[in-house]
């Protein structure tokens, strides 16, 4: 089936930092999107992107479309303690969404 | 209330037993989701239906059943339970009219002992 890639795994950073993710497929898509997800809880949806090259951004969040359309990337700005969480891109090609595995953010004071 | 609820939040079954997993919605979604979450693979697709007569296997379907009784109400079935569906169990939803993502449960903790 389809993979995606998501890097790094992990992340350990200091509250202030900048934070730089990205995600890769072997396929391409449509649309990408990009959800974080809090200890016990579901998924939530921060940004989604339409078109290849399109950036956009949610506060302190920025995720670009690759012009490949076979990657994208998420940055966050001065990251704070409820960055805390596992970051999730997922590609959505005609009906389904293809999630990656995973990044999972710590952010220490 | 939830958009999404997902019963039970947490279970502990035995092996062999059989199990089912509870997920309504109000937001008046026509497509319905169960994905499994383990550490480190991310989230990987069950089964789907994109209505209350369409049933659809996702990429781990074997030893799963789904159904869908009503559009707000979408069931996973563990016939026979194993250890290795010991995992994080989330029900999702998406509108075939806006293509703004899925909205999720907050997920069920199961373990098979």
């Known amino acids: 089936g389809q993979q995606l890639n998501q890097s790094p795994q992990s992340m350990f950073i200091q509250e202030g930092e900048d934070v730089s993710m990205n995600c890769t497929s072997s396929s391409i898509f449509n649309t990408w999107l990009w959800y974080k997800q809090d200890p016990g809880e579901g998924p939530v949806l921060l940004i989604a992107l339409y078109k290849a090259g399109e950036l956009t951004s949610n506060g302190r969040l920025t995720a670009q479309f690759g012009i490949t359309r076979k990657d994208s990337f998420l940055n966050i700005s001065a990251s704070i303690p409820s960055d805390v969480g596992i970051y999730f891109c997922?590609?959505?090609?005609?009906?389904?969404?293809?999630f990656g595995t995973g990044t999972r953010l710590q952010v220490f004071p | 209330d939830a958009d999404v609820t997902q019963t039970p939040r947490n279970r502990i079954t035995k092996t062999g037993k059989r199990i089912m997993l509870e997920c309504s919605q109000t937001?008046?979604?026509?497509?319905m989701y169960w994905y499994r979450q383990d550490p480190g693979l991310g989230l990987r697709l069950i089964y789907y239906s994109f209505d209350v007569k369409d049933i659809n296997k996702g990429e781990i379907s074997d030893g799963y059943s789904v159904s869908r009784q009503a559009q707000a109400k979408f069931s996973l079935s563990l016939e026979s339970a194993i250890p290795n569906q010991t995992a994080l169990y989330f029900c999702?939803?998406?509108?075939?009219?806006?293509?703004?993502?899925?909205?999720f449960g907050s997920g069920t903790r199961l373990t098979v002992v």
């Open positions: 997922a590609g959505l090609n005609t009906d389904k969404l293809i």
């Open positions: 999702a939803t998406s509108d075939s009219n806006r293509n703004y993502g899925y909205t």
């Open positions: 937001k008046g979604h026509d497509r």
